[in-house]
């Protein structure tokens, strides 16, 4: 593999600034441990969650134990320990005991601060058990938890405290709980709850043990061409799903598509999801910018009211060119440059960028990221034919369409030279613009040509 890419780090123009850090996949996101809180900060969120009375001791020797950060003998040692400063009127807290005795490290206490925090938002939410923090964002935190009633694993999506006056930042977290409901399709995350306990408004759905697209991209580079197509394949499928259904997700990008541990990609976050009827919302967006720079189609950059399908086809086009490539399709200093891109700049083929892509799927994704949305596919379906063609090593036959450009033209000409008695051949290219179907096209024009030309010229001579 080659070496890891520049990760881009643009911000978002939704006016919701939805983080691109919260994942649903397990584990604690080492982004965030890159991050780690000081061991006051930890203490500050201990005091804050003991206020009902619990001893700050007593919940941190818990935590510990039960989260294997520290034997029970090394966590009763520190006790002891503080307890007799205590006495000689030293203060020193049972956190900073186990980190001063390297039974735990700076690290762990990021992650018992994580832990202490989940147990915080998890314990108003009636019916579930959080077991972890899975990711955090500027709009929301979401936790790995155990649905009681049935005994399984889900992740909840909780709104942070502060944002509980805010009726706009409410109801786009409501939306998308009922945008995601309305869908149920093997590549979707699926939505299983969404409502409110005390000052908690939170939302539950398919816990994916997995990884996006992007940690892939970080990772690896890029993706080879056959996995990608796959990926894009179940991921047009999700598409098509939502788009039947009267619903655009606006917001396709490799880190809300995810990969679970047997392959399967699902489509995350419906955050930015709205139904094609739904005129109020259009009329109240219009004019704004809702996506992600790097992926976000020209009509939604322009702030058009009637974005459709092909806008989601757009963005699955940007995502699966960075996937074969390796770069986003356009880069900039800034997220408004690279929009401007976006809406005026050429696309560089991606066989250009990657000689080792088939035409295949290069006329693919140009055709799914022309500028304008009539050039593009119609529908999720019409691109699924091309994909799977091309996963069969076939032509595309939507993309791979018999056009008559300037270099058709000049093959007519040679046809007519050739009627003439003049044989005129067309200098080879790498990527010969006419297609195959149009070559043949034109053989018998010229065969047709040369043979009313003979029939004219006998017919003088009689």
Do not use: W
């Amino acid at each position: 593999m080659s070496q890891t890419p520049r990760q881009p780090d643009l911000t978002e123009t939704s006016p919701l600034a939805r983080s691109d850090e919260s994942t649903l996949n397990a584990g604690l996101d080492p982004r965030l441990q890159a991050d780690a809180p000081t061991i006051r900060e930890t203490e500050e969120a201990l005091q804050e969650a003991t206020k009902g009375g619990t001893n700050v001791d007593t919940l941190v020797a818990r935590l510990v134990v039960d989260n294997g950060l520290a034997l029970p003998e090394e966590v009763q040692h520190c006790l002891e320990k503080a307890k007799v400063l205590r006495e000689e009127k030293n203060q020193a807290s049972l956190v900073q005991l186990l980190v001063d005795n390297e039974y735990v490290t700076r690290r762990q206490v990021a992650r018992l601060k994580q832990i202490i925090e989940a147990e915080r938002s998890g314990q108003k939410i009636p019916g579930y058990k959080v077991l972890g923090k899975l990711g955090a964002g500027a709009m929301a935190t979401v936790f790995k938890a155990k649905q009681l009633s049935l005994d399984r694993i889900v992740a909840i999506k909780v709104l942070p405290r502060k944002f509980t006056s805010n009726a706009q930042f409410i109801e786009r977290f409501y939306a998308e709980g009922r945008s995601a409901a309305q869908l149920n399709h093997p590549n979707i995350v699926q939505a299983f709850d969404v409502g409110k306990a005390g000052d908690y408004h939170y939302f539950v759905m398919e816990y994916v043990d997995g990884r996006t697209v992007f940690d892939d991209i970080a990772k690896h580079k890029r993706y080879s061409e056959p996995d990608a197509i796959d990926i894009a394949i179940q991921t047009a499928e999700a598409l098509q799903h939502a788009h039947e259904r009267g619903l655009i997700h606006r917001d396709v990008k490799p880190k809300n598509i995810m990969i679970t541990t047997q392959g399967v990609a699902k489509l995350a976050d419906m955050g930015l999801a709205r139904a094609m009827s739904d005129k109020e919302a259009a009329e109240a967006e219009a004019g704004k910018a809702f996506g992600t720079p790097y992926y976000i189609s020209p009509e939604q950059i322009r702030g058009e009211k009637t974005v459709g399908p092909p806008s989601d086809i757009y963005s699955l086009g940007a995502t699966l060119y960075h996937m074969v490539t390796g770069n986003v399709p356009f880069d900039g200093k800034n997220p408004s440059a690279v929009m401007h891109k976006h809406l005026k700049s050429e696309l560089v083929p991606p066989d250009h960028v990657n000689p080792k892509l088939s035409a295949g799927i290069s006329e693919v994704i140009e055709m799914m990221m022309a500028k304008d949305p009539k050039q593009r596919y119609q529908s999720a379906k019409d691109l699924l034919t091309d994909l799977r063609a091309v996963r069969k090593g076939e032509p595309p036959p939507i993309a791979h369409k018999e056009v008559v450009p300037a270099a058709a033209l000049a093959s007519l000409a040679a046809a007519e030279a050739a009627a003439a008695g003049q044989l005129v051949e067309a200098e080879p290219e790498s990527r010969p613009l006419v297609r195959e179907p149009l070559v043949i096209a034109l053989a018998v024009v010229a065969i047709i040509s040369i043979a009313v030309n003979i029939l004219l010229i006998a017919t003088r001579g009689s």
